[in-house]
């Protein structure tokens, strides 16, 4: 949730999204990866579904939640490197040394 309304809508969130789960499955070799969300968050519901492509794979009326999944292929490797071209792991210690102000 990108909390200050002026920065919302500018594609922080999903940026922050595809590198989190690129992250999960290329350093922690997380091969699955299921939400949890309120069934009134249509914008979140949204999300999943069409940005990141994932699944319902069960929808609770009593809690008002739906739970959805998305497993690791090689198409959403594929997208989640396009969409994150500039994506690179760099130590602590390099990123204080190289800093510059």
């Known amino acids: 949730m990108i ?3 002026t920065e919302r809508h500018k594609g922080y969130g999903i ?10 499955i290329e350093t922690l070799n997380i091969t ?8 009134q968050n249509l914008p979140s519901i949204n999300l999943f579904t069409e940005k990141l492509q994932f699944l319902e794979i069960e ?3 009593v809690f008002q939640e739906t ?3 998305r497993r ?6 594929e997208l989640l490197h396009s969409k994150t071209p500039n994506y690179e792991i760099d130590s602590y210690e390099n ?3 190289n800093k510059t102000i």
């Open 15 to 24: 940026e922050t999204l595809y590198t989190f789960i690129r992250y999960a």
């Open 59 to 61: 929808k609770s009326e």
């Open 72 to 77: 690791v292929d090689n198409d959403f490797i």
């Open 32 to 39: 699955r990866f299921v939400v949890k969300i309120g069934l």
């Open 3 to 5: 909390p200050q309304a």
């Open 67 to 69: 739970t959805m999944e």
């Open 95 to 97: 990123l204080i040394i």
